[in-house]
């Protein structure tokens, strides 16, 4: 098997990163989350979740994640990375990649990278939102996701792109922004320095007594 590094994608919509994550439950069954993140903007394509390990999931978050591609034939194949197991390696998902023209790269096996970008919006899931919650249900853990999925898409400004969101990378709706930023963040770091040095202490003065000629 001939192994390599996976590129950083220059563009949305070049390498998808696919993964199932495993919930346990307050009355000890599990909910299992299938997702699909883009590689350039971290934006959460398409997600689903279910009382199962469900090999159909992963057709149906991939069909999703394609509706909003344009089918022609001059669309590149989009590479999908994900890791061995049996929902993401069948007969039903080989088809409809082909249908879809999504390349599958196996972590670990095809390449020498794991998987790491979508397991790390796992941990971000989980420890910053769900474990604060009850997780006593199914539907009650697809409402949270729900919610996380669109904040961080739409309003969790992402460390990687310095104060833009993963949708405002996505559709390319701020391409200012970090200078934008930047701009204001000098603007009140000299409005701070300037209020700071002009403030004076009342009871400061007052403790010091007059102050004695030379």
């Known amino acids: 098997v001939q192994t390599c590094a996976l590129p950083i994608s220059s563009?949305?919509?070049?390498?998808?990163?696919?993964?199932?994550?495993?919930?346990?439950l307050l009355d000890g069954t599990k909910a299992y989350i299938h997702a699909i993140i883009d590689n350039f903007s971290r934006k959460i394509l398409a997600w689903t979740i279910g009382a199962r390990l469900d090999p159909s999931a992963t057709c149906r978050v991939l069909v999703e994640a394609g509706q909003h591609l344009v089918l022609a034939d001059a669309r590149p194949t989009i590479t999908v990375m994900a890791d061995s197991g049996v929902e993401n390696v069948n007969a039903a998902v080989d088809a409809t990649l082909l249908a879809e023209r999504l390349h599958r790269v196996l972590a670990q096996v095809k390449v020498t990278e794991s998987n790491s970008m979508i397991e790390a919006w796992w941990r971000s899931l989980k420890h910053q939102w769900l474990f604060l919650n009850s997780l006593d249900s199914v539907e009650r853990v697809r409402t949270l996701v729900a919610f996380f999925v669109d904040e961080h898409n739409t309003k969790m400004p992402h460390a990687a792109f310095r104060g833009q969101t993963p949708d405002e990378v996505f559709f390319g709706t701020a391409p200012n922004l970090s200078a934008e930023l930047d701009v204001a963040r000098t603007k009140a770091c000299?409005?701070?320095?300037?209020?700071?040095?002009?403030?004076?202490?009342?009871?400061?003065?007052?403790?010091?007594?007059p102050e004695i000629p030379p």
């Open 190 to 209: 000299e409005l701070r320095l300037a209020t700071n040095r002009s403030a004076s202490c009342g009871r400061c003065a007052t403790a010091a007594g």
């Open 11 to 24: 563009a949305p919509n070049e390498t998808w990163h696919i993964d199932v994550s495993v919930l346990k």
